[in-house]
């Protein structure tokens, strides 16, 4: 049978298909070749075994974290609390298109820094990027997201505490992760996600959210 791999989790492979979800190992032989299963493959797998047998092209690949066959990456920052980190932005940008694909920027938490919100906006529209204002706590600017999410299988990236899994919670209306918490102390976000996983919107349609930021 053929699916697509959801999730990763204590190297047990969850593969979905158009009925159902199978938990899988993968043969000895995918394990040891360089590029092994990873979240967003296309896979064909024994049903009975639950074995994957096979990984199918990938159209894009990402080393760290490990995902494949994403089309769109949506970059998240914040415009206060964590202070937005445009240098690591800047490198998010290069990355998706070093790998040749679309990305949109997210500015959250957007009630709290008008001024810094216009000063991003200002820099990466003159260069060709589409923004999305978003204030996640109060769901403002979901609807436009969700618009840009269709027929995508995107990538959600940025550091810890911008609010990736608030809008996530948003988009679905539901709590699909958990959400992240920022230090009184030094205003940098505490990590939450602890591993990769796909959620389906619709069919061919999902996000991915990651334990951390891609690089090279």
Do not use: H
């Amino acid at each position: 049978m053929q699916g697509k791999i959801i999730s990763n989790i204590s190297n047990l492979y969850y593969v979905e298909t158009e009925r159902q979800i199978y938990e899988c190992n993968a043969r000895g032989k995918l394990k040891l070749e360089d590029i092994g299963p990873t979240v967003g493959d296309e896979v064909i797998f024994n049903k009975e075994e639950k074995i994957i047998e096979e990984i199918l092209p990938r159209t894009t690949y990402i080393k760290r974290p490990k995902v494949s066959n994403i089309t769109q990456m949506i970059c998240v920052i914040s415009a206060k609390n964590p202070k937005p980190d445009l240098l690591m932005l800047d490198k998010q940008l290069a990355y998706a298109e070093y790998i040749g694909i679309k990305s949109i920027i997210v500015i959250n938490k957007i009630d709290l820094d008008e001024k810094k919100v216009n000063e991003i906006k200002e820099i990466y529209k003159n260069v060709g990027y589409r923004i999305i204002e978003t204030n996640a706590k109060e769901k403002e600017g979901i609807e436009e997201l969700k618009n840009i999410l269709e027929n995508n299988i995107s990538v959600f990236s940025g550091n810890s505490g911008v609010g990736k899994s608030t809008l996530l919670n948003d988009i679905f209306n539901e709590e699909k992760t958990k959400e992240g918490l920022i230090s009184d102390k030094n205003k940098r976000g505490k990590n939450t996600t602890t591993n990769i996983s796909l959620y389906k919107i619709n069919e061919n349609e999902y996000i991915a959210d990651t334990p951390r930021i891609f690089y090279i």
